[in-house]
């Protein structure tokens, strides 16, 4: 079981995503869980604010430590043993081989997800309480929660159980630092457009032969880095 506790000023925005299709189903088999805390609940500031200015000048407000550091003692007085990550553009960029690691090391396993707003947090906070850093690419988002559900999503679908058919985890895309071959459904004609017959053909050995192809072919022309990491 992996607990996620997601911690922000808008937890609201936790509330319809994780509701549905494999995160949902994984929640209702008891391999996830999810609390959501809201950082504002535990400020100080009788204003009621998790923000200020930025010391030595500069655009915008960062994200205080008061809060934050009291949000992740108290989550600590409840769960115990924790990893806290924080998402930040500054972070090791989420691939594959990270989200499978989190995957396959599912075991009570507690992750605070420290989602920043405004230009980011206190560096006090990173120094002092951060374990890992992620990013999801080589953007700025406006919050880190879009950054959360992302690797929540993805992680998910790796924890043993989630998947209605593993072997659906098998041939995806970055497995073997290959993307995916072209797939096709019913019907065979639409149009005019026609499925390769070799996927008709009943002969395992030629599609697989042909997908394999296929990956090399798309991976050479769409992502020539995946190849020469293999
Ligand atoms: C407007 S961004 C702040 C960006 C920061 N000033 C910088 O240049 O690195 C606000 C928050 O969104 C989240 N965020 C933005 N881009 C992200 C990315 N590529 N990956 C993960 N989180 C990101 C982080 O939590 C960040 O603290």
């Known amino acids: 079981m992996i607990n996620f506790i997601t911690l922000s000023i808008f937890p609201q925005i936790f509330e319809s995503p994780l509701n549905y299709s494999i995160i949902k189903r994984a929640q209702d088999n008891n391999l996830v869980k999810f609390y959501h805390y809201d950082i504002r609940d535990f400020t100080t500031n009788k204003h009621n604010r998790v923000d200020d200015i930025i010391y030595g000048g500069g655009a915008g407000m960062l994200m205080t430590p ?13 769960f115990g043993e924790v990893e806290v990550i924080f ?7 989420l691939n594959s081989e990270v989200v499978q690691e989190y995957a396959y090391d599912s075991n009570n396993k507690n992750y605070i997800l420290l989602c920043g707003r405004y230009e980011g947090i206190d560096n006090r906070i990173r120094e002092v309480l951060v374990d890992k850093e992620i990013s999801i690419g080589d953007f700025i988002l406006s919050g880190g929660e879009f950054a959360a559900l992302i690797f929540i999503d993805s992680v998910v679908r790796y924890i043993d159980g989630a998947l209605g058919n593993k072997d659906s985890l098998k041939e995806e895309s970055f497995n073997e630092n290959l993307l995916e071959y072209p797939q096709y459904t019913r019907p065979y004609d639409f149009r005019g457009f026609k499925v390769p017959d070799i996927l008709l053909s009943g002969n395992h050995k030629k599609i697989a032969d042909w997908r394999k192809n296929k990956q090399l072919e798309i991976t050479k022309e769409r992502r020539k880095d995946l190849l020469d990491k293999s």
Request: aromatic content about 10%.
């Open 66 to 78: 008061q809060p934050i550091f009291d949000a992740i003692e108290s989550i600590k007085d409840r």
């Open 87 to 93: 998402f930040t553009p500054k972070g090791k960029k």
